[in-house]
């Protein structure tokens, strides 16, 4: 079986020597990439625990604060500085403020990393960002940024 870095590799070798995956395997591999993101959260939900999250809850405020409010409230600043505004600033606030990638979590448990920490780290920016993505549109449409 295929894993991790060893399928960006494979995958980069098929687009380099221009392989093409046979049509009748196309509609299972497409099926297959269609359920991706709802079983890692499935399987996220699995190695989650209150415990855990109370031990690391340092780490889940300061990475919450830092990837749902300071990144984002930077990188809008910026885009507002160089005269972006509607559309563009939507499209960073999407960009920036939404909550961490799901695939975090494997990962940092496949590469030796804190898997338990990165899943609670989804888990948490995923609940908070509702709040924050509303608070940040409510005040940019208040000031008519968007």
Do not use: W
């Not at 509609?27 to 031990?55: C, Y």
């Not at 507002?80 to 695939?103: C, H, N, Q, W």
């Amino acid at each position: 079986m295929i894993t991790g870095g060893k399928a960006g590799i494979a995958g980069a070798v098929f687009n380099l020597l221009h392989i093409r995956i046979p049509e009748f395997l196309m509609g299972p591999l497409l099926n297959l990439s269609d359920i991706s993101t709802p079983l890692a959260l499935v399987t996220l939900g699995r190695i989650l625990s209150l415990g855990s999250m109370v031990r690391h809850r340092k780490y889940l405020v300061m990475a919450a604060a830092v990837h749902l409010v300071i990144a984002p409230f930077l990188m809008i600043s910026a885009g507002i500085l160089l005269g972006y505004r509607g559309d563009v600033l939507v499209i960073l606030l999407a960009v920036f403020a939404s909550p961490a990638a799901v695939a975090s979590a494997p990962m940092a448990q496949t590469m030796g990393g804190n898997g338990e920490l990165a899943g609670e780290i989804v888990a948490t920016t995923s609940v908070l960002c509702v709040f924050t993505l509303f608070f940040f549109v409510f005040g940019m449409s208040r000031v008519g940024l968007i």
